[in-house]
């Protein structure tokens, strides 16, 4: 059974900075691409960003550009969100999911962890 | 704002056939395919639809997809209370360069 499970969501001070992590299980994790999307308090969900399958091509929203960064280690099963200069903006749920191209689709998607932005 | 529209509710009674559209743009849904997803409340969401009209394995055939020209469409017949749920479409944009999710739906069986 595929499973992926989000963590590290906390309350973090604006300006600073965390980490978020999805372990997969269930599949062969680096025969797929990822992708980690987000969904604000009463807003719709927003594509954050993508990383292939070997880490190599990453790709983000403008919005989050140089301040997050996707990574990967396929020998944990792992995918992570380095988050940093967060701002209130930034709270939200944040999902992991499988897959990174139209053409595979965003086919599992973990529960989510909390990101709450706050002083 | 969603690059992707859905009407905020739509509702039904047991056995009734319902359709949720999901509109887009020449940038988005005219040229890549539509997934749909099912979320029940704090539940990740769940692959209804992929490429448009295709069902995983497992989801009932009483799911269907359809798209046309910027348009697509999720229809479920034979509907049941345990349908109740929101549903989103999801699809490529080429001016954002990424994924763009409709604002989700919320099916309410009466």
């Known amino acids: 059974e595929v499973q992926l499970v989000e963590s590290g969501g906390r309350v973090v001070r604006p300006g600073g900075s965390l980490r978020l992590s999805c372990a997969a299980s269930g599949f062969t994790f680096d025969d797929f691409g990822m992708t980690w999307v987000r969904q604000s308090p009463g807003k719709g969900l927003e594509w954050v960003s993508s990383?292939?399958?070997?880490?190599?091509?990453?790709t983000y929203v403008g919005s989050m550009k140089g301040r997050f960064t996707i990574s990967r280690d396929n020998a944990k099963n792992s995918l992570y969100l380095q988050m940093t200069s967060l701002t209130a903006e930034d709270t939200a749920f944040y999902y992991c999911?499988?897959?990174?191209?139209?053409?595979?689709?965003?086919?599992?998607w973990g529960q989510g962890t909390l990101v709450t932005v706050s002083s | 704002q969603s690059l992707l529209t859905q009407p905020p509710s739509a509702s039904g009674t047991p056995g009734q056939r319902v359709t949720i559209s999901c509109s887009g743009s020449?940038?988005?849904?005219?040229?890549?395919?539509v997934y749909w997803y099912q979320r029940l409340p704090g539940t990740a969401p769940k692959l209804l639809l992929y490429?448009?009209?295709q069902r995983p394995s497992g989801v009932s055939d009483r799911f269907s997809g359809s798209k046309s020209g910027t348009s697509a469409s999720l229809a479920i017949s034979g509907l049941r209370s345990e349908d109740e749920a929101d549903y989103f479409c999801a699809t490529w944009d080429d001016s954002l360069s990424g994924w763009v999710f409709g604002g989700g739906t919320k099916l309410t069986v009466l």
């Open positions: 020449s940038s988005n849904i005219a040229n890549y395919y």
């Open positions: 990383i292939n399958w070997n880490g190599v091509r990453t």
């Open positions: 999911a499988r897959g990174e191209t139209v053409r595979e689709g965003l086919d599992y």
């Open positions: 490429r448009n009209d």
